[in-house]
């Protein structure tokens, strides 16, 4: 048996393991050894004999803690082989985080605020981190997003909304932290349907050059290595997404 359980074991406590159920104990358990970095991408799951044993469960709680991992895709089962980690790069947690947030009916005056304070944190390290070709990536997507909204063709507010994510999706890799750059990705899913509101009802008719100007705005920031631009760029963009929201919900 290989050595995945050693100090992990003590993060389940005594008094946790009275309030628990004997399923939950296991899913907690995979998880804090997962968490702990004991078992990674890949690495093959103590089997049941060896989960039984360690924490005095019986086998139907182990299967349906698996069951439960397997369903959220923490977990592979591979029949006739064991239980591995998936790659948590493709499974569908933060869904699963997004989906709560909405649910729980958060106010929209919440959701802008968290919008700027994200957004903020991700130009500090941007500012920071931020190489020559993630510059030129986001050059190319304001090229395109200009010469889009300046064009003479009728605008679909798909494209934009589509460009506008491209480009902050752009700046959360800016920051060269990959747990903030997955946050930020789908914080956007959750601003995403304001912002095709927006470009769909508000800005494309009254002012189609503000996001532009908002987008250069950070882009200079990061150039010049200027947080105080940085940050002037992010409350003004995310009050003008506010304010043509605000609009189109009277």
Not at 86 to 105: G, H, T, W
Request: glycine share 4%; aromatic share 8%.
């Amino acid at each position: 048996m290989q050595n995945y359980i050693t100090d992990t074991s003590q993060t389940v406590t005594e008094s946790e393991s009275h309030s628990q159920s004997p399923t939950e104990l296991v899913v907690q358990y995979i998880r804090n050894l997962i968490l702990s970095r004991e078992l990674r991408i890949g690495d093959k799951l103590p089997t049941e004999t060896e989960l039984c044993e360690q924490l005095g469960v019986g086998r139907g709680s182990v299967r349906e803690a698996v069951k439960r991992l397997e369903a959220i895709n923490l977990l592979n089962v591979r029949r006739g082989d064991g239980t591995y980690i998936s790659d948590v790069r493709q499974n569908k947690a933060f869904d699963s985080l997004l989906y709560k947030i909405v649910l729980e009916d958060i106010d929209f005056q919440e959701i802008v605020d968290y919008r700027i304070q994200l957004e903020i944190g991700i130009m500090r390290l941007a500012i920071r981190n931020v190489t020559g070709d993630i510059l030129d990536e986001l050059k190319n997507n304001l090229l395109k997003f200009s010469q889009y909204i300046t064009g003479e063709e009728e605008k679909s507010p798909l494209v934009l909304h589509d460009l506008d994510i491209e480009f902050h999706n752009i700046l959360g890799k800016a920051s060269k932290n990959r747990l903030l750059a997955d946050v930020y990705a789908v914080s956007l899913s959750l601003f995403s349907p304001y912002m095709l509101n927006n470009y769909g009802k508000g800005q494309v008719q009254s002012s189609p050059e503000a996001t532009i100007e908002n987008h250069t705005l950070l882009l200079n920031a990061l150039e010049n290595k200027d947080i105080s631009l940085a940050t002037y760029a992010v409350v003004n963009s995310t009050q003008l997404w506010q304010k043509w929201n605000d609009y189109t919900r009277k």
